[in-house]
């Protein structure tokens, strides 16, 4: 008896501690997601409503066609409170997608063959490279600001999507080298082997024995450099002057530095610039837990 | 006839060989060139500038002044007051994290019903960008119309709303509690990790004799845990002193300088004060910190052994 009603408050016990973290975790997402559903006149209010009462789309109808909601002309003074600079991103968003990508796709095409190349081959400087390449990283991002600057303004590739493309990859590959080599090195090598001794080259093991292997693998590793590069905030900016470049998370704190700025039009801003990163987390949950467990377990 | 075939076989032998001989190299070298473009020059050029004065607002006059703008960095109030700040936010944070890294995996790893919710959100913050985190918790914590005002309000807790983030204690709490929820999601994953490490067969020895869940967590979890543990503790002590864009939305480094962390102040001398020379040599003082912590952590993971 006294066992059972031990168990009984320990199971209440961990449910709760459970309940109060989905709320910590989950409360930040629902509310911003709720606050862009009000108007501005609802969210004002002492205390605001943690369910829209009247919800409308008005703030997002704003942000893509231009159209002031109704529940802003109530009263003139809120007026002030549309930025015409949330209109911005969505082309904002535009451009970290496009960003993201040829991120992605540079770190797949240069970052899987070198791992092969640091975890199977054998040749001169190569422990030497690897602690160079996963050193690189490790700069603070602030001490390397003003040199890229400099090195992107010689270039001439100033405000343009490319910029990005090249830090952003600079960025991400030490790490999809990292990770992949970790995962070849965890892979079984007999494959390879009678690969090569049926007269296969490098390439043609690496291409047709080994990539099929670890393609979890590189769905993680493309999954962490499109996140990173999509999340990116100091280089993206000091080095985008426009919103022919500016990405999302540029647009979004920009936005959100105006001090009269409405707060649902930063939650609509803030709404559309998670979905692309809240939906690779749901979605690919569980190559992105492996992944990140491997990187820690793997030897 | 045979000759040249033979001549043929060995042509075609040494073209492989010398295939086979390069390959290696001509596999790292495009991942090799990008980095070294973004990493050789620009420490090169970020140490060079640091033994000049450049003022933005001076642009024809860059004297070399050695040693100085470290100086002027090191002996400035703003220094010695980022960094307490620095440290006492990363032993709060790397403390908050760790904890709750722990909880959540350890709920994580047992079979309560409940807890497949938690594994379903657990990334979600991780995954967003630091800037809209900032920003979420910004709005949480406004004073005017937060929410968390709104709860504390409705609950009967507070009488008034509170200016959390004019208040340099109160700042510094919320911007721990964002970093926290920013940040303890990937540490309970790699604390998860960890755990399904740990054998079974342990477990069940210490149920055998009937250890409790409190001797079972101080004796066979936590000791076993303790590589990993570290690794994790390196990694986030390192992110916490580099925390930048947490502060850049959510608090500015206010109020009164109360959340101007390290890389906050370098940001400032380089971008309001415009002293790139004082800002850069900052920012290698920062550098040679995380420096130790790095080697640190390179020896807690040992990748170097696994591929020579």
């Known amino acids: ?299 | 006839m045979s000759i040249i075939r033979t001549a043929n076989g060995s042509l075609h032998r040494n073209v492989s060989r010398v295939f086979e001989r390069f390959y290696p190299y001509a596999s790292v070298l495009p991942a090799l060139l990008v980095i070294v473009l973004f990493t050789i020059y620009p420490v090169v050029y970020a140490v060079r500038i640091s033994f000049y004065q450049y003022i933005l607002t001076k642009p024809n006059s860059h004297p070399f002044v050695g040693l100085n703008n470290f100086q002027d960095v090191i002996t400035s109030y703003y220094f010695k007051n980022s960094l307490i700040n620095t440290g006492i936010y990363t032993i709060a944070s790397v403390t908050g994290v760790m904890i709750f890294g722990l909880i959540v995996a350890m709920l994580l790893n047992t079979k309560i019903r409940s807890v497949n919710a938690l594994k379903i959100i657990i990334l979600l913050p991780w995954a967003i960008p630091a800037v809209v985190a900032g920003l979420m918790w910004k709005w949480i914590v406004n004073s005017d119309f937060g929410i968390l005002n709104g709860i504390l309000y409705s609950l009967g807790a507070i009488e008034s709303y509170i200016p959390f983030l004019a208040d340099p204690v109160l700042a510094k709490v919320s911007l721990i509690m964002a970093h926290i929820w920013k940040e303890g999601p990937l540490a309970a994953i790699f604390i998860l990790a960890g755990l399904q490490l740990i054998p079974n067969e342990f477990y069940e020895a210490a149920k055998i004799d009937g250890g409790s869940g409190l001797l079972v967590f101080r004796y066979i979890t936590l000791p076993l845990l303790r590589p990993i543990l570290l690794v994790v503790v390196v990694y986030e002590t390192m992110t916490a002193i580099l925390t930048f864009d947490l502060v850049y939305v959510l608090t500015g480094g206010g109020p009164a300088d109360s959340t101007s962390l390290i890389s906050w102040f370098a940001y400032a001398e380089i971008y309001k004060f415009l002293n790139l020379g004082a800002g850069i040599a900052l920012s290698i003082i920062i550098a040679l910190i995380t420096l130790i912590l790095i080697i640190l952590y390179m020896r807690a993971l040992k990748t170097e052994d696994t591929i020579s």
């Not at chain 1, 990005?164 to 991400?172: G, M």
């Not at chain 1, 990770?179 to 007999?190: K, S, V």
């Not at chain 1, 569980?286 to 030897?299: C, D, P, Q």
Request: proline letters at 6%; hydrophobic letters at 50%.
């Open chain 1, 1 to 299: 008896m006294r066992i059972k009603s031990r168990a009984l408050i320990k199971s209440i016990f961990l449910n709760l501690l459970v309940a109060i973290l989905i709320v910590y975790i989950a409360g930040p997402f629902i509310w911003v997601i709720s606050a862009s559903f009000q108007g501005e006149n609802e969210l004002l209010k002492k205390p605001p409503s943690f369910i829209p009462k009247s919800p409308t789309t008005d703030n997002y109808r704003y942000v893509f066609t231009g159209q002031v909601p109704t529940s802003y002309e109530v009263k003139g003074q809120l007026r002030s409170r549309i930025s015409q600079e949330a209109r911005l991103i969505a082309p904002a968003l535009k451009n970290s997608f496009i960003i993201a990508i040829f991120v992605l796709l540079i770190n797949l095409l240069f970052a899987t063959p070198a791992a092969y190349a640091f975890a199977r081959l054998r040749w001169k400087f190569k422990v030497g490279i690897y602690n160079f390449i996963l050193g690189s990283r490790l700069m603070p991002a602030m001490a390397i600001a003003i040199p890229y600057y400099v090195i992107i303004q010689s270039l001439k590739l100033m405000n343009t999507h490319l910029s990005l493309i090249l830090v952003h990859s600079a960025l991400t590959i030490p790490f999809s080298i990292w990770f992949l080599t970790l995962y070849i090195l965890n892979i079984p090598r007999d494959m390879e082997e009678a690969g090569l001794v049926d007269g296969c080259n490098y390439f043609q093991v690496l291409q047709q024995i080994v990539i099929p292997m670890i393609l979890p693998g590189l769905v993680a590793a493309s999954a962490f450099a499109f996140m990173t590069s999509y999340n990116e905030f100091l280089f993206a900016r000091f080095l985008t002057t426009s919103i022919t470049s500016q990405t999302g998370p540029v647009i979004i704190s920009s936005i959100s530095g105006n001090p009269d700025v409405s707060y649902s039009l930063i939650s609509v801003c803030i709404t559309l610039g998670m979905i692309p990163p809240v939906i690779l987390a749901i979605t690919m949950r569980k190559w992105l837990t492996e992944g990140l467990s491997s990187t820690i377990t793997f030897r």
